[in-house]
């Protein structure tokens, strides 16, 4: 196993994920559901599991077929273009 790379990737999405829509619907159910709150845990755990098993799965198929840095450019556009928008609609 690749630690550093293990860790690269885990500080990214953890920090990535801190204060997003998921992070904020799951503070919301935990809120509303106090006696649940081990099965909100779990729900959102496994669905946070499932959706990046299916990340890794499609990233290593595109991985195979595209070179890794026409990956990486098209991902940091994207990545851009995003933070421009969210720019945009709070500007105006």
Do not use: C, Y
Not at 13 to 23: H, I, N, P, R, S
């Amino acid at each position: 196993m690749d630690w550093k790379a293990a860790g690269v990737v885990f500080a990214t999405v953890f920090f990535a994920e801190l204060g997003d829509k998921t992070q904020l619907a799951t503070f919301l159910f935990a809120a509303n559901r106090p006696g649940g709150r081990l099965s909100v845990f779990i729900a959102a755990a496994s669905a946070l599991v499932v959706s990046t098993a299916i990340g890794v799965l499609v990233g290593s198929m595109v991985g195979r077929a595209i070179e890794p840095r026409h990956v990486s450019l098209v991902a940091g556009v994207g990545f851009v273009l995003v933070g421009l928008w969210t720019l945009w609609g709070a500007l105006r």
